[in-house]
Nanobody, 127 residues
Framework: QVQLVESGGGLVQAGGSLRLSCAAS????????MGWFRQAPGKEREFVAA????????YYAESVKGRSTISRDNAKNTAYLQMNSLKPEDTAVYYC????????????????????WGQGTQVTVSS
């Protein structure tokens, strides 16, 4: 079992920045991939970004590419999502996700590829 806890969400004006954190606990002696998804009211949960164990392979949704950076600190069992130039369209609950492994097996943009989820943290961007 792996437990994930997100933090860092909040209210920010358009054009501002936030850094989300995802702390993992449990069977952290194993290696795992990590990612971020988001879900706005009335919409499906959508992919934001993903990173492999070593951190040398990342994926971003087109909607956030160039504005966001996913990273991880394995010594701290923590993943991060730095978001800059935030837009009102970025408003959503952001979820951290994880799955065992060191490299990609399927499509990381699919929520069904991920086995563990955090409770979510709210990000609200005002215009």
């Amino acid at each position: 079992q792996v437990q994930l806890v997100e933090s860092g969400g909040g209210l920010v004006q358009a054009g501002g920045s936030l850094r989300l954190s995802c702390a993992a606990s449990g069977r952290t002696f194993t290696r795992y991939l990590m990612g971020w998804f988001r879900q706005a009211p009335g919409k499906e949960r959508e992919f934001v970004a993903a990173i492999n164990w070593s951190g040398d392979n990342t994926y971003y949704a087109e909607s956030v590419k160039g504005r966001s950076t996913i990273s991880r600190d394995n010594a701290k069992n923590t993943a991060y999502l730095q978001m800059n130039s935030l837009k009102p369209e970025d408003t959503a609950v952001y979820y951290c996700a994880a799955r065992y492994g060191t490299s990609w097996y399927g499509d990381p943009t699919s929520r069904y590829e991920w086995h563990y989820w955090g409770q979510g943290t709210q990000v609200t961007v005002s215009s």
